[in-house]
């Protein structure tokens, strides 16, 4: 049963990637040039417009829509749209101003706090059962500063490992000193408060404002001037014929690295040769900006006689691509999440809808979320190694401020990426640290690190671990099988004796089994699949 549901789940993940993969035309072969001979030569075309994201941004984008089919240098970074040489071109963008998705609801602990880091802030966020509520607090005590993380959850307040100070989370005033004198009042001003950032819950997964919620203000992101970022795009899990899949992983090289690799659909067929694509399906993109850059964002399409992907980006950090084929719709959504420099975490949602769902959708809802995530862990493992290393030698070579010179983009395939280095650069006030401390990062995380899905997942996954106690609990009966097997075959006499070496073998078989199952949970394959 768990290998016919693997290979359905399989065959659902290949499909994600497969529908985001090219089926255009190749490129007619480049001819020799003098001038360097870029593939777009000759070809020219212009942005389809239909119109700016918002009337706000409409001036500007009408004014610096670009011809882009530029016959030798390829798409130049930051010259997509009209970016003036020096200085901002917009007013600066605040980043704290917006919400950021941290986890997935179904895979959180209500019982414990946990932590984050959001934009270089280290946060505790934990469940009010009492008021069932999502909370949200700086991981730091005001007393002497341990984090509040490490610590337990006591009547929806969050309480100090340290000394056992206790703080409720609506305004993070501090409820319990246990060090205090008996009938003293508990101290009411603001270093005695824990500081309260704006969470909530929304489309099954947690939401947090980076930013201190003084005001006491919750919900909507009005107030902020941005809407928050919640999107339509994803159904209901409950919807007839669709079915949702939710995944997130910390990822060691900075948000617009791992922005990039996932709104870029040509790598699919190279990177992920072997586990979900093939390298034969390699081909141009003509990719097509429905709506260029702008202070909100961008939209792009790919049509051919087979599919048309719609990739929509909102700044700051989510990409959607939404490929309609004969059968069916995929939906296959990311955040971006900015944690610190060179270190993010993606949250993705995988969404299908079947015109005619059947018995599948019903199989496919039975899957559980860690052999999901197991798909999508191994699916990250292709692209992780050199992503971070890409990440630090960006980083080596002058920064993200340098890669006009140092992005080389002949193919129009490279669009999307060109329009959201622009949109950073113009709009997103060089992305949400700036450039600089990124020139910094340069050293290398060891291979074994970068493969080790249990610090990036699952010591933040409750299915996760939930999955692996499981495992572990069989393996524990499976031993003593094999135990009373070989006690059996040693001990009887004939058929007995078969049945319990018959016995002790399928034992020990199903304990490899489990075993490998663990092994790929927690660890990426050392040699990628595309590469075997
Ligand atoms: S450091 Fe938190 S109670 Fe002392
Ligand atoms: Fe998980």
């Known amino acids: 049963m768990r290998l016919c549901l693997a290979v359905v789940l399989s065959c659902i993940l290949c499909a994600r990637l497969r529908a985001l993969q090219p089926h255009g035309r190749l490129f007619p072969s480049p001819s020799p040039s003098k001038t360097g001979g870029g593939l777009l030569k000759g070809m020219r075309h212009r942005y389809g417009v239909s119109g700016p994201l918002d009337a706000s941004a409409s001036a500007s984008v009408a004014s610096s829509v670009v011809d882009v089919g530029v016959p030798t240098g390829g798409i130049q970074l930051h010259e997509v749209v009209d970016v003036p040489d020096s200085g901002r071109a917009a007013p600066s963008f605040d980043w704290m101003a917006h919400w950021y998705p941290i986890a997935p609801v179904s895979c959180t602990d209500k019982e414990r706090p946990f932590s984050f880091t959001l934009l270089n802030q280290p946060l505790v966020i934990w469940w009010d059962e009492p008021k069932q509520e999502w909370r949200c607090a700086l991981d730091r005590c005001p007393h002497r500063m341990a984090p509040l993380s490490e610590g337990r959850i006591v009547e929806g307040n969050v309480e100090c490992p340290y000394h056992g100070w206790r703080f409720e989370g609506s305004t993070g005033g501090c409820t319990a000193i246990p060090q205090a004198q008996p009938d003293t009042p508990l101290p009411i001003g603001t270093r005695a408060c824990a500081t309260i950032f704006p969470c909530q819950e929304q489309q099954g997964l947690v939401w947090v404002r980076p930013t201190p919620d003084t005001q006491q203000q919750h919900g909507g992101g009005a107030e902020a001037g941005w809407p ?284 490899a089994a489990i075993s490998a199952i663990e092994n790929a949970l927690k660890y990426g394959p050392e040699i990628p699949m595309r590469n075997k």
């Open 228 to 511: 928050a970022m919640l999107t339509s795009e994803t159904v209901d899990s409950e919807q007839p014929n669709a079915v949702t899949f939710d995944s997130f992983r910390d990822v060691p090289y900075d948000y617009a690295t791992l922005f990039e690799n996932l709104i870029d659909q040509s790598h699919v067929p190279i990177t992920h040769h072997g586990s979900a694509s093939s390298r034969k399906k390699a081909k141009h993109l003509p990719l097509r900006m429905t709506r260029p850059a702008s202070e909100r964002g961008f939209e792009g399409v790919y049509e051919d006689s087979e599919e048309r992907v719609e990739t929509v980006f909102r700044a700051p950090m989510y990409q959607h691509h939404n490929a309609t084929r004969k059968g069916y719709s995929l939906t296959a959504l990311h955040y971006c999440v900015p944690m610190e420099p060179g270190r993010a975490r993606i949250i993705g949602r995988i969404t299908v809808k079947f015109d005619n769902g059947g018995p599948v959708v019903g199989l496919l809802r039975r899957v559980p979320l860690w052999l999901v995530h197991l798909f999508a862990l191994r699916s990250l493992d292709d692209d992780n190694i050199f992503l971070h290393v890409q990440d630090r030698r960006i980083a080596a070579a002058g920064g993200p401020g340098k890669l006009p010179q140092n992005y080389y983009l002949p193919t129009a395939t490279d669009l999307y990426v060109a329009q959201f280095r622009t949109w950073v650069k113009k709009w997103g006030s060089n992305g949400p640290w700036g450039f600089e401390p990124l020139e910094g990062l340069t050293k290398l995380t060891p291979r074994s690190e970068l493969l080790n899905h249990v610090d990036s997942h699952i010591i933040h996954c409750t299915q996760c671990l939930k999955a692996l106690k499981t495992m572990n609990s069989l393996k524990g009966y499976l031993r003593v099988g094999v135990l009373l097997g070989i006690i059996g075959a040693s001990r009887l006499a004939g058929k007995m004796a078969w049945y319990s070496g018959g016995g002790m073998v399928a034992c020990a078989m199903a304990m």
